[in-house]
């Protein structure tokens, strides 16, 4: 039933005051109140009838008063004519108006049973079409069982039976569960407990732990019999499970591909054997991977600026390894205060021992230079290094072996001083600031530097030689950031 049904009975002899509009709201119940804001005891789709006591006086309150109503999902609200009604204001009317709130005034010699008893008979004329989807749509458990339907396929069918096209979202407004639209943002609910009435339709919460995991839609479909909140809130109850169901999905996925990834960085698996594996878990093997260490970011942010990207991802220490198409970095470098370093790109289920090293390198620059993401080759004087490990061990030894190893005895700090020296572009005075000691002191460990080294950091090619070797040094991993 509809209001303009009601105002089509003879009997009631109904005329409307304003919100002609709204005339065609679902009408579910008609009920008395006198209460100054009846809201929380309504579920929607009401006509509310008073003999004017519960509308207040003032413009501000009666257009307050009545927006409440509509907030609420109230079909329309029916005066009594002659008793205690006030004088109704221009915002009143303009409120109505503008949102459509049907406003009907009711004959003092129509009671307000008599409309209580129409609604009612129209209730029950609908029941046994409601009953049969409702019967229908509580099946859908068992059709998930019998008949493995997909999302798609199962919200459809709700959607044939209950009379409705819905739609779901999280709280921000995003796709909840892949293939079921997403509605408009403004009839999203702002709270979880906001009445499940609203033009055309219902919106309900998605329960899940925790708190609500977004909310169901349904809106009436023209030309359908819709089947009525009892049924929408059951197919949010489908939606609860199915939204569990996919958590656990990729919860479980995700287990998995930290597992894999592991595996991978221990070169655990062959080239064939990662590629199926990687397959499994949803990364294309038709493009590049690239491998990014990651710091600074909570695992919750990290996992939400990745979002549905197919991606592995595990956490060592305050580290994150991430493996997965190149572009990822872009959504990870926008994790605020994060420090991101990426690797070159590379074939699917390639080894990672070069990769790891040049993620690590590349984390180790962005945390040095402050950046959020960096990739493996921005150094101009990295490309000039081999990928070779043992190459680059050879180099470090034969440059700075007797430094590193003055340092581990002495506990001092020479190679750090002339890193620092060198990124500072040789300034004695900037370096003996940012390590916190006196110029003098600086000076003195650039001596005792050359004198381990037997090279002079005056002489061009010596100075080459030192900066590479660092380069390396901090590639390796023997260098803090």
């Not at 493009?287 to 060592?316: F, K």
């Not at 590379?346 to 021992?353: V, Y």
Request: with cysteine; glycine share 8%; proline share 8%.
């Amino acid at each position: 039933m509809t209001v303009e049904d009601l105002l089509r009975s003879p009997a009631l002899q109904l005329r409307v005051l304003a919100g002609e509009s709204g005339l065609g709201r679902s009408v579910s119940w008609a009920h008395v109140s006198e209460l100054d804001d009846p809201t929380p005891w309504l579920l929607g789709a009401e006509v509310i009838m008073t003999t004017g006591m519960a509308v207040p006086r003032t413009a501000a309150r009666q257009r307050a008063y009545l927006e409440r109503l509509d907030d609420a999902g109230v079909s329309a609200l029916a005066l009594s004519a002659q008793l205690h009604v006030p004088p109704l204001h221009r915002a009143f009317f303009e409120a109505a108006e503008e949102r459509g709130m049907p406003v009907l005034e009711v004959p003092l010699a129509v009671p307000f049973i008599a409309i209580a008893q129409e609604v009612a008979a129209a209730v029950r004329e609908d029941a046994s079409h409601r009953l049969g989807a409702q019967l229908q749509v509580f099946g859908a458990l068992r059709w998930l069982a019998a008949e493995d339907l997909d999302t798609v396929t199962l919200f459809k069918r709700l959607e044939r039976l209950s009379g409705y096209d819905v739609y779901l979202c999280t709280r921000q407004g995003r796709p909840l569960l892949p293939g079921v639209p997403v509605p408009s943002l403004e009839v999203i609910p702002s709270e979880p407990d906001a009445p499940p009435t609203i033009p055309g339709g219902f919106a309900l919460p998605v329960l899940a732990p925790g708190g609500p995991a977004g909310f169901l839609v349904a809106f009436e479909r023209e030309g359908a019999r819709p089947a009525g909140l009892a049924v929408v809130q059951h197919i949010a109850t489908v939606a609860a499970l199915q939204v569990a169901m996919a958590r656990h999905e990729r919860e479980t996925l995700r287990r998995e591909g930290a597992e894999t990834l592991a595996e991978l960085l221990q070169e655990l698996l062959d080239p064939a054997a990662a590629r199926r594996r990687l397959a499994r878990l949803g990364l294309p093997l038709e493009t590049e991977s690239a491998l990014l260490v990651v710091r600074g970011a909570p695992d919750d942010a990290l996992r939400r600026a990745l979002g549905d990207q197919p991606h592995l991802m595990l956490r060592r220490g305050a580290d994150h390894y991430v493996l997965g198409p190149p572009d990822l970095g872009a959504a990870i470098a926008a994790v605020p205060g994060v420090r991101a370093g990426m690797s070159r790109p590379f074939p699917p289920g390639e080894p990672l021992r070069v990769p790891q090293r040049e993620a690590v390198w590349a984390v180790a620059h962005a945390a040095e230079t402050g950046k959020s993401l960096v990739h493996y080759g921005d150094d101009t004087t990295g490309r000039w290094l081999p990928d070779d490990a043992t190459t680059l061990s050879a180099l470090v030894d034969h440059v700075l072996g007797d430094v590193l190893a003055y340092d581990e005895a002495h506990d001092s700090e020479l190679l750090t001083t002339v890193r620092v020296w060198m990124e500072r572009n040789r300034q004695t005075e900037n370096a003996a600031a940012a390590l916190h000691i006196h110029p003098n002191t600086l000076a003195y460990r650039l001596r005792r530097f050359g004198t381990l080294t037997g090279r002079d950091l005056g002489s061009s090619a010596a100075f080459a030689e030192v900066w590479l070797a660092i380069r390396a040094a901090r590639q390796l991993g023997l260098l803090g950031p």
